[in-house]
């Protein structure tokens, strides 16, 4: 909600987030009005952590500068700061960092190297492909 109101935030990036619609009532009728990338898991296994409808949702009520897409094979918790302190173990880290610094630099640096403009290609490795990429 804070992106949504304070505007000294220009953009914002979802890391599997949960939105919590139920508390953030304005967020759920009126969305997030400003850039923003969803990044989300695709695994059903765990159905308390899925958070795709949330983010399509939230894509749906947008009228411009959003994206989002799941990482296949990624489960919640493979979006979390242990990537970055062991990467051979989190190998999808390498996807959502390239995400995550291309869509910053393009809307806080003013940098755009066009890596989201479609659904970025196969990385590090098949097994961590980018599904199901929607953009506005």
Known sequence: NLCRTNAAVKCAAF???????????????????????????????????????????????ATTN?????????????????????????????VVDACLVSFYNKHLKGQDDHLLDQSPPKYPDENFQVINFMTK
């Open 66 to 94: 959003a994206i989002i897409f799941q990482i296949a094979n990624t489960r919640h918790f493979s979006f979390f700061d242990w990537a970055w302190y062991y990467p051979s173990q989190y190998p999808q880290s390498r």
């Open 15 to 61: 890391l599997d987030a949960a939105f919590h619609f139920e508390v953030n009532g304005q967020l759920n009728l009126e969305g997030l009005q400003k850039p923003f990338l969803a990044m989300n898991n695709n695994n059903t296994l765990e159905p308390e952590y899925v958070f795709w409808p949330e983010s399509t949702h939230l894509f749906n009520l």
